[in-house]
């Protein structure tokens, strides 16, 4: 097809589908879901997750201390407490999430189990899903691999509870798999390099599990698993109204099969405005990297950072990425606990001076942004900003940093998936106002 062709027909579509923007605030519209305010829009309840990050007092929004909270529990104090036991996190965090209640150390040795024997893929799976068609992006294949479980399933459409939960505790099992092997498949066929496909080990975490698969060698740390596995456990939901979430609710009220319901929400995190932002802090920092003489110096870190507002640098949209939230305000919890560990890291992989840096940007960020602003907005760096440079540190390609959003993410997917199913609520159906002219129909004759 031309590309003359192409780009007539794009004007015409420019032309046709451009909506007057005051039009949205003559019919009070919630763009995005929005409040005028930037809250969300009230449009369901959870028992899943809850993420708090403001307080609405005489009908204004107030700024509190960021707290992210799985069925009721404290993500922080879920956290202290495997790392004080000595234990990874993950996979309690799973079986929270997933039935509503904390296991006894039995239950938790008997879910490692179950996701142990449900991690083995179906016999020819990985050929005919991932390795006989490598694709060139990871979520992709993610995504396609999971409509191709549905082949594999003898019961693929049965919307039965107990089925439901039987499809979603394989998909969970086996993201990591499915993540590893699309890698694989891309490294070997699209990069050139050997071609490695380990079969997980029971026994292992996750996190364990995906170093092992991922790696020539086989070979991590044990501070790398941790990280991972902390990294993991934050990752694993944000609340019913974070897009992927919101798009599993949304796919999942239609009554269609969960594969097609999972796939929806990995194509949704795939999007650089929801999972693929680390990717973009990556960027934006090499380049302040590149063009910044003295790491340590704030005021030529602020003046760059100013840059980058006024679109004189970086990508030209003027956001500084990592910084900001739809929620979180004073603080993102998920940032704080996962810098910590990023330090000891950055420490042991000799990169300090560029920790260092993050954490300029981190303490001068806010205030750059605000500086010159009539309105000053509260914001912080969010988990983005640091979950980038961790996963660098620990060797991981940036192809696998959204598809590890989706290995964690998935387990609240399903979650609000069994949540939808078990609670029977009506299609979603909002509305949209039509703007369009009436006009009378006119024969190709006298056109």
């Known amino acids: 097809m031309e590309d003359t062709i192409i780009q007539e027909y794009a004007e015409k579509v420019r032309a046709t589908g451009t909506i007057d923007p005051q039009l949205y605030v003559d019919y009070n519209v919630k763009r995005g879901l929005r409040n005028a305010d930037g809250t969300g829009v009230l449009v369901g309840l959870t028992r899943v997750g809850a993420v708090h990050g403001y307080i609405i007092s005489e009908n204004e929004k107030v700024p509190v201390a960021g707290q992210l909270i799985y069925r009721g529990v404290n993500v922080e104090q879920l956290v ?52 006989r068609a490598p694709g060139n992006d990871i979520m992709n294949s993610l995504a396609r691999a999971v409509l191709t479980a549905h082949i594999y399933d003898e019961r693929p459409d049965d919307l039965s509870l107990a089925n439901v939960l039987r499809q979603c505790i394989n998909l969970i099992a086996r993201y990591p798999v499915m993540a590893a092997y699309a890698y694989q498949a891309k490294a070997h066929y699209h990069l050139g390099k050997s071609l490695f496909l380990r079969h997980p080990e029971d026994g292992k975490s996750t996190a364990e599990s995906f ?177 980038g440079f961790v996963y660098d540190m620990m060797g991981i390609p940036s192809d696998l940093f959204t598809p590890i959003f989706a290995i964690s993410r998935v387990v609240g997917w399903c979650a609000h998936r069994l949540e939808e199913l078990v609670n029977g609520g009506p299609i979603v159906r909002p509305a949209f106002k039509s703007v369009s002219q009436n006009r009378e129909y006119v024969p190709i004759s006298a056109r």
């Open 80 to 131: 202290a407490s495997c790392e004080a036991e000595g234990r990874p996190g993950f996979e309690e965090s799973a079986y929270l999430l997933l039935f509503g209640e904390l296991p006894t150390a039995s239950e938790l040795a008997q879910w490692g189990r179950v996701l142990d024997a449900a991690r083995r893929l179906p016999d020819g799976f990985k050929e005919a899903a991932i390795i």
């Open 211 to 387: 170093l092992m698969m991922i790696r020539e060698d086989a070979h991590y740390t044990r501070l790398e698993a941790d990280l991972l596995d902390l990294s993991l456990i934050l990752h694993a939901d944000h609340g019913g109204g974070n897009n992927s979430a919101f798009t599993t609710h949304v796919v999942a009220s239609a009554y269609t099969d969960t594969y097609g319901v999972l796939a929806a929400a990995t194509l949704s995190l795939k999007g650089p405005r929801h999972g693929g932002a680390n990717r973009r802090v990556m960027d934006q920092m090499a380049e302040i990297k590149s063009n910044v003489k003295k790491w340590d110096d704030a005021g030529e870190v602020a003046d760059y950072l100013h840059k980058i507002l006024d679109k004189q640098a970086g990508d030209g949209t003027g956001l500084l990425y990592g910084l900001g939230h739809a929620v979180y305000t004073i603080s993102d919890p998920r940032t704080d606990l996962l810098r910590e560990k990023a330090r000891l890291l950055a420490k042991q992989k000799g990169r300090e001076d560029e920790f260092a840096l993050y954490e300029l940007i981190d303490r001068i960020g806010p205030d750059v942004f605000n500086s010159g602003r009539a309105k000053k907005k509260v914001l912080c760096t969010n988990v983005d900003f640091y979950s």
